[in-house]
């Protein structure tokens, strides 16, 4: 039995009450103070000092101090007035007492969960406003990286505009050149016709051919719009000289007169494929492979069962059954369809991942990522054909993982449904929401 303690002290002033409990050499970390509305406690074995208040206080703004020896209670009153007695006028009733000190434990352990519930509301409050004010950040980098992205282009685009143009004038400048070469070319060739000058110079089967350019005929002094001319068609036979040779050829073989190409049909016949991509030699082993598997697969094992009907025996059939159960909602039913089809076919990789789809939607969370992972060992090896089947496997196991806040594994499912479809945006998006959460919650 406990030593109650009776030899403390109190005082108070309209708007306070002080209780000093001394703590009898006890050390002071062995004290357990309790205070409520109308119950004050400190337990320090083998004493004890119980105290029912005379009315109510303001247990959230009262405290309690431990200090040279005894522990000391600045109690704040709810109402200001003097008490002129520290206990209850109900103190000496046991009875009374014992439903007054119940009633504070009650109200103590609902304080303390209302605490709890209100620290955890405020944790999950800032993991969110951390979380969205991750996301703004990265939208923000984004946009960044974005306008860098356009700034770049923009940039590269003049510098490439700008070459066109320097290549642009570059050519025009040879061209020039070219043109006072062959100038000079045929005023060399035509010296010794002293005091003769060119005075017609164009393309004509009829004329004579000195380097792509054909000479009618040399004038003494001719007039001087003939030489304008003269330059004018000079300018024109550079420009042919300058044409490329499959031009010329084109030209060429114009001139002669040949024929058009006679229209003809070319008929090409492919090798019917079970498989919707091109036929490889690496790839062969591993398709025929699957192949094999597949045949196994559907390979069904009978079922002795008089209440059934032959049309429920039929795996294809149950099959359809429970995707439209599963359709409809009827969860439970549409699994029962699978459990039946996969008795019929334990090596059909489609029943596992249509009863994975209805265990995540009952919340069978464990259940779902288990045949989530049976199926995916039954689609070994990985080919184009059941590459869907893998990347709904991966993405429902990774949904399951999710919901048990098994986001590393999650993880892992949703880059390897990246490998199979490295441009999907979506699985993009979604695996960055589940790094952030990793790195938040390490963090």
Known sequence: MPIIVKDYQWSETDEKMFVQVPLKGVKQSKADIFCTEEFVKVSFPPFLFEALLFAPIDDDKSTATIRDGSVTFNLLKKEPVMWSQLLSIHSD?????????????????????????????????????????????????????????????????????????????????????????????????????????????????????????????????????????????????????????????????????????????????????????????????????????????????AINDPDLAQHEKDPAWLKDKGGQLFASGDYMAAINAFNLAIRIQPRMPILFLNRAACHLRLRNLYKCAEDCSTSLDLMVPKVAANAKGRLKAHLRRAAAFCDLELYVEALQDYEAALKIEPKNEKLIEDADKIRTVIQSSTG
């Open 93 to 301: 009733n046991k009875s009374f007492v014992l439903k007054k000190k119940q009633e504070a434990i009650e109200y103590a352990q609902k304080k303390s969960e209302d605490i709890v519930k209100r620290k955890s509301s405020a944790k999950e409050e800032n993991k969110k406003y951390s979380l969205k004010e991750m996301m703004k950040l990265e939208e923000a980098d984004r946009d960044r990286i974005e306008q860098i992205k356009v700034s770049e282009r923009n940039r590269a685009m003049d510098e490439f505009t700008r070459w066109k143009e320097e290549k642009k004038v570059e050519a025009e400048l040879e061209k020039m050149q070219l043109l006072e070469e062959y100038k000079v070319k045929i005023l060399e060739e035509n010296k010794e016709n002293e005091g003769c000058k060119i005075s017609e110079i164009f393309v004509d089967d009829n004329s004579d051919v000195v380097d792509g350019c054909r000479i009618i005929e040399l004038q003494e002094d001719p007039p001087l719009h003939k030489a304008n001319d003269a330059t004018e068609k000079l300018t024109a036979a550079v420009n042919h000289d300058l044409k490329p040779e499959a031009d010329k050829k084109k030209s060429k073989v114009k001139r002669q007169g040949a024929g058009p190409r006679q229209r003809g049909k070319i008929s090409v016949n492919f090798t019917p494929r079970v498989f919707p991509t091109p036929q490889r030699e690496s790839k062969a082993v591993e398709e025929d492979e699957w192949l094999q598997k597949q045949a196994d697969a559907r390979k069904q094992h």
